[in-house]
């Protein structure tokens, strides 16, 4: 099976600008989730959807927001970016059974200028 | 809200030492526990997983954890360490879905 994939691997974007990164889970992989990773702050959970439906948030601002569509690939956006929100974004799928395993992707590397 | 706290940040050991990292989460009901390991320049991967059962969980590589409930840790171990198993590690809780809650890691440097 295909590992998880995200797209782009790198962005470089401006205070101000908005973004969107992509994630396509595991085949068969129903939940998707998004964690931000960043040296001081560890690895923080955005947010998970599930069958196109955001079922659990974390401690996020609303210029950070998510869904997913049909197939389960999942985008994330970042709007009014901030220095701050420079980190690698990670996206992790799971099937959705009762033991939450999930696998991550390689994630996105933002940097914003 | 949970939480996990990894008791080092960096640890330093030779190889052929024994490796223990240390995890304890804060939380009351049942939890499904987790070590990730970042090799450098590659992503996260699940190193081994306990939802039920034998607290002794076995995982790739030689790496194996204890559940301790009474004492809300699951410690990671390992006999001998290679120079290959530098990298990152990552304790992490799960207690609803697909939200996980993760320790701040632990970098391990093993010298040859």
């Known amino acids: 099976k295909a590992g998880v994939t995200q797209t782009p691997r790198y962005l470089i974007k401006t205070r101000g600008q908005q973004v969107t990164l992509s994630c396509s889970p595991i085949?068969?992989?129903?939940?998707v989730s998004w964690y931000q990773q960043t040296p001081g702050q560890g690895l923080q959970f955005l947010f998970e959807y599930f069958s196109e439906t955001q079922r659990n948030k974390g401690n996020f601002p609303g210029r950070f927001s998510g869904r997913q569509f049909s197939n389960s690939r999942s985008e994330m956006n970042v709007s009014t970016l901030e220095l701050g929100d420079s980190a690698l974004y990670l996206c992790?799928?799971?099937?959705?059974?009762?033991?939450?395993?999930?696998?991550f992707g390689p994630g996105t590397r933002l940097t914003v200028t | 809200a949970q939480s996990v706290s990894q008791h080092n940040h960096h640890v330093i050991l030779s190889e052929a030492a024994s490796l223990e990292l240390g995890c304890n989460y804060s939380?009351?009901?049942?939890?499904?526990l987790f070590w990730y390991v970042q090799y450098p320049g590659q992503h996260l991967q699940l190193l081994l997983k306990?939802?039920?059962?034998?607290?002794l969980v076995k995982g790739i590589k030689g790496f194996e954890a204890e559940f301790i409930k009474s004492k809300f840790s699951f410690n990671l171990r390992k006999p001998s360490v290679q120079w290959s198993d530098t990298a990152e590690y990552f304790c992490a809780v799960n207690t609803n879905a697909g939200k996980s809650t993760f320790g701040d890691g632990t970098t391990l440097t093993v010298k040859p």
């Open positions: 085949s068969g992989h129903r939940s």
């Open positions: 306990y939802f039920s059962g034998d607290p």
């Open positions: 992790a799928s799971t099937w959705g059974g009762a033991t939450y395993e999930q696998y």
């Open positions: 939380y009351g009901g049942t939890v499904n």
